[in-house]
């Protein structure tokens, strides 16, 4: 099973590849997410539906830039989800400590 940022990562590609559809299906499953919501937000400002990205935007938490495109925009978002995926498989792959006895 995918996680969050996986399947966030593949809306990002999709978006970047012009399936603007496939995006958007996958980003609607993770409504509520703060990176899902920002994703969203992108996807309707490509689409030129400045009222529904402000919307998204509100609910990611975040405002609409002024002077970044979208392209841009999907950058660091996959930068983000990138820098989360990494820290995931750092706390895997750490042994835990076990309490002192």
Known sequence: MAT???ALT???????????????ELVQQ?????HADWL???LHRMEGDLGNARYWYRRSG???PENES???????IADTLAIGQRD????KSKPR???RT
């Open 4 to 6: 969050l940022d996986e």
């Open 10 to 24: 593949l809306a990002v590609r999709r978006a970047r590849k012009a399936d603007w559809h496939g995006a958007h």
């Open 30 to 34: 993770h409504e509520g997410e703060a």
């Open 40 to 42: 969203h937000a992108v």
């Open 62 to 64: 975040r405002m609409l």
């Open 70 to 76: 979208p392209e841009a925009e999907l950058a660091r």
């Open 88 to 91: 995931q498989r750092d706390r």
């Open 97 to 99: 400590r076990k309490g």
